[in-house]
Structure formats: structure tokens, C-alpha cells
């Protein structure tokens, strides 16, 4: 499975586009900026079959609402424990002074042990909260590389101030569910740049050390 990273929007929210030879792709976290990312979905020739969202904060889900127009038979799958907050989002984004269509609601829930196929390729969703609670992470095995939301960055963590949000959690989350995956691989963030297991065990900040 091949990925390609859009920064979209005034918090430079990665959206993620996975896809390989079939006609459909994937879509996680459509932060902003639906145009840019329709205009890519159809310069590569696919069609998303779904939209996984990490998590429900309105920079990573306000283009879903013209994603859906434009792609009707699309599905919007999400942790059960933000499900709701999903349809909070509008008034969240306007306390940031920022102003989004109301998201539609998810099509379905996912959770850990869930498996996500697109053709012969398959993603595994983890439950890693602490940035919210209903977080989630999607690693891909044999392409090595693990999308994690506002999980983990770059020498970095995410915020674990907003409600549901929990440093203790997010700790755990990070040992016990990412920091055992190998060191080769990729960590494909919810903002800045990708990282590398192996590199955020020696060296971030927050975070340190070997999995537990």
C-alpha cells in the first residue's frame, strides 16, 4: 500500500490518501481543503472507498462534508468514542474561531482488532487514546509504516488538554502499541513531519524509551 501526505488548512493537518493498484483508495483525516483533495484523489484515477478517521477534532474531519457530496458511495468509519463528538465539531472549531460545514454523520464503527482491506492490501486498527478517547492509530505490516493521528510527532506528543485528553494515556498509548513495532518503521503523524519508530524511542522529548 502506497501513501501520499496533503497539508491542508491554517493547522497544517496531514491528510493521508493510501491506495495501491485497485481503483479504490483510502482517505484519513480530511482536515481541509476538499478541493485540493478531490483535485488528487482524481489526478490519481481512484475513487475513496472510505474515509478513517484518528480522531473527531474539526482539523482533521471539515472537508468530510464536501468529500461526501462529491463521493457519495464513500463510507466515514470511526472509534465508537467519537461518534458523538463527530457532530459537536461545528461549535469546536467556532470556539477557534474557525468556521466548517457540519460533518455528516459516520457510516460505521471500528475499533481495535478491526481490519481494513482495500484489494489485496490490509490496514490493522489499534485503540491508542490519550490525545481523545476514542483515538485511534492503522498500521499497515507490510508496507511498514503506522498512521497515528495526533497520537505521536516528531520529537513530540499531542495535546492532552482537551476533554478525554490524558498524558498518562497517551504514554501508554505510545509504549505499549507503537513502540513495539519495529524501528524501520514509518510514523505518518496528524501534523508535521514523518517519523520513524526507532528515531521517537531514542529521541523524543516526551516519550522516551523502549516498549513496555
Known sequence: MK?????VGPLETNCYILYSNQKECIVV????????????????GKIPKMTLLTH?????????????DKFKSMKILIHPMEKE????QSSFARFFGIK?????????????GDVISLGDERLEVIYTPGHSQGSISFISREDKFVVVGDLLFKGSIGRTDFPGGSFEEIKRSIQKKIYNLPDEFDVLPGHGDL??????????????GEAV
Open 195 to 208: 517519523t520513524k519508530v526507532g528515531i521517537e524511542k531514542r529521541y523524543n522529548s516526551f516519550v522516551r
Open 56 to 68: 473527531a477534532h474539526f482539523d482533521h474531519i471539515s472537508a468530510l462534508r464536501d468529500l461526501r
Open 29 to 44: 483525516d480530511p482536515g481541509f481543503e476538499a478541493e485540493e483533495i478531490i483535485a488528487f484523489i482524481e489526478k490519481l
Open 85 to 88: 463528538m463527530l457532530t459537536q
Open 3 to 7: 501513501y501520499e501526505v496533503l497539508v
Open 100 to 112: 466548517i460545514k457540519d460533518p455528516p454523520s459516520a457510516d460505521g464503527l471500528i475499533d481495535e
